[in-house]
Every structure is written in C-alpha cells, then in structure tokens.
C-alpha cells in the first residue's frame, strides 16, 4: 500500500498504530490547529516537488488560470 504519514498533536501515541510517519505538532487552541497542521504539510510539499526536479514557482495546471506578471 501507500506511506502514509499523519499529522497529530502532542502525546497522540495512539496514531503511530495506523501511519507510517507521524509528524507532531503543539496542541493548542481549535482555531490554530489547523495553522499548525498545514505549516508542516506545505514544507513537505515543497521539498519533495524539489526533490522530483519540479518548478515550484510555477506548477503545471496553475499558469492557466494565473497570469504571472
């Protein structure tokens, strides 16, 4: 199957049964978990679209409906 990688906050052991990766973020307030799970998710995007060779700054189905000054 896929690697799956989770994101969870602190002291959710029970997470690691059901992902092969667990990237742990801070627990906090409802309205800022979700700025602390999406932080990580878009580094990890980036590096592996670094990783694959691919134009960051200008990805593929994107330049049709942006115009890049």
Known sequence: GA?????ATDG????QHHADDV???PKTPAFLQVVLAILPLQLLAYR???LRGLNVDQPR??????TVE
């Open 23 to 25: 990237i742990y973020v």
């Open 61 to 66: 189905n994107l330049a049709k409906t942006v």
């Open 48 to 50: 592996i679209a670094r």
């Open 3 to 7: 690697h799956v990688i989770a994101i």
């Open 12 to 15: 959710n052991e029970d997470i």
